[in-house]
């Protein structure tokens, strides 16, 4: 990835600006936010060593394996985030992260728990809400609940001209 090329985390901020300085290990995020869109981007880089070294070693998976991954991933959205401050050791982040799959747009929707553990923050799991693909051709209504599981109404959320499908996957 081009250093001045702008974050895949959507931060608006430019690479070498943002996760780089993560990923190249020159320093740690300092918040469960910064955790969690540094280790989105490194998903879509498929950093490996930076998604096992930022995992909490009491969850973490033996391997990260990417060869059978079929989707482009396309953006992350946060939609909520509750402690996971400098002064905090633990943390939570809800986030939208948008892909492309076999021509669909679809969304995965998780929370996901984060720990500060000797002064650094790691990813300690997640539960998916939801996961599915966006129609682009339907509209739900904009008072509708959004069938993504957010709670939210449904033109605050996935948008007045898209309804959430169920994956099959």
């Known amino acids: 990835m081009n250093l001045s090329s702008p974050c895949l985390c959507g931060s608006n901020l430019d690479y070498q600006q943002c996760c ?4 190249s290990g020159q320093t740690h995020p300092s918040t469960a936010l910064a955790l969690m869109r540094s280790r989105y981007t490194a998903y879509v880089l498929r950093n490996v060593p930076y998604l096992q ?6 969850k973490r ?6 060869s059978r991954e079929n989707i482009t991933w396309l953006r992350l959205e946060i939609v909520d985030f509750k402690k996971g401050g400098v002064n905090d050791n633990k943390g939570i982040v809800t986030f939208k992260a948008f892909y492309q799959q076999d021509d669909l747009e679809c969304v995965m929707n998780e929370i ?3 720990t500060k553990t000797n002064g650094r923050w ?7 809400k939801s996961m599915g693909a ?3 051709q339907t509209n739900l209504g904009k008072n509708a609940a959004c069938t993504c599981g957010s ?3 449904f033109k605050r959320c996935c948008g007045a001209s898209r309804v959430f499908i169920k994956c099959n996957s």
């Open 20 to 23: 780089e300085p993560f990923h």
């Open 53 to 58: 070294e930022t995992w909490d070693v009491t």
């Open 61 to 66: 998976p033996a391997a990260i394996d990417f």
């Open 112 to 114: 996901s728990r984060f």
């Open 122 to 128: 790691l990813y300690l799991d997640g539960v998916i």
């Open 134 to 136: 966006i129609n682009l």
């Open 151 to 153: 709670g939210k109404k």
